[in-house]
């Protein structure tokens, strides 16, 4: 007798199977027919776990979603310490931009945006998210300071949103490409303007 296929479920251990499972096929859907077109019952099915396994351990769809996004992300995209901010943040942007070879992470992308200016309850995790993808542009600027490379008085944060708002703008506007090739020029005049920046203020200090 053929023996009867058992349904993965969590018990009070989580099991790391069904976890990565549902996590998988949250991005996979996502991906295939953006976040309105998923549904939890779609995910159970997918990765063969009970719906209320899915709730036992996220609250709403929304968490689900941006967990698991947040997980295929970090594995795809690079964390650099290679001892230059330049050369760090050309990775790390060549990785940013490389998306355009993926439509369906497009999709994925625009759609999670469009989102998180609707409802309220995705807003929230959807901008975790995003602050968890700047914290590693920010450590990238803040290890420049402590070697030198940038001055001290640096503003991290608009140069940060610099680097994300070319990215999400031509994302979404679609009005020029993103070329991970562009990387190492997007980075060249992001730096040169960090310093730029900070030497005309100290000269205006000066006057």
């Known amino acids: 007798m053929q023996e009867q296929k058992t349904r993965r ?3 009070r251990i989580r099991s790391e199977e ?3 499972a549902v996590l998988a096929a949250t991005s996979a859907l996502l991906e295939e027919g953006g976040y309105q077109a998923l549904t939890i019952e779609r995910v159970a099915a997918r990765a063969d776990v009970a719906k209320s396994t899915i709730y036992r351990w996220w609250p709403s769809k929304p968490v689900l979603v941006l967990e698991a996004y947040r ?5 795809r995209m690079p964390d650099p310490d290679t001892g ?4 760090d943040l050309t990775v790390f942007v060549r990785a940013l931009h490389s998306v355009v070879q993926h439509p369906p992470r497009i999709r994925a992308l625009r759609g999670m945006m469009a989102e998180a ?3 309220p309850e995705f ?4 901008r975790a998210w995003v602050q968890s993808r ?3 542009v920010l450590r990238i600027l803040a290890r420049a300071v402590d070697r030198g490379e940038l001055p001290a008085g640096a503003d991290l944060e608009a140069a940060t949103d610099e680097l994300f708002g070319l990215f999400w703008y031509r994302l979404l506007v679609g009005h020029n490409p993103l070329d991970p090739a562009d990387a190492p020029a997007h980075v060249e005049r992001m ?3 960090l310093t730029r920046t900070q030497n005309n203020g100290q000269q205006n200090d000066g006057q």
């Open 9 to 11: 479920t969590g018990g």
């Open 134 to 136: 700047r914290a590693v």
């Open 84 to 87: 230059s901010a330049a050369e």
């Open 117 to 119: 200016q609707l409802d």
């Open 18 to 20: 069904a976890h990565h």
């Open 71 to 75: 997980t295929a992300v970090e594995r």
């Open 191 to 193: 730096l040169a303007s």
């Open 123 to 126: 807003a929230e995790p959807f």
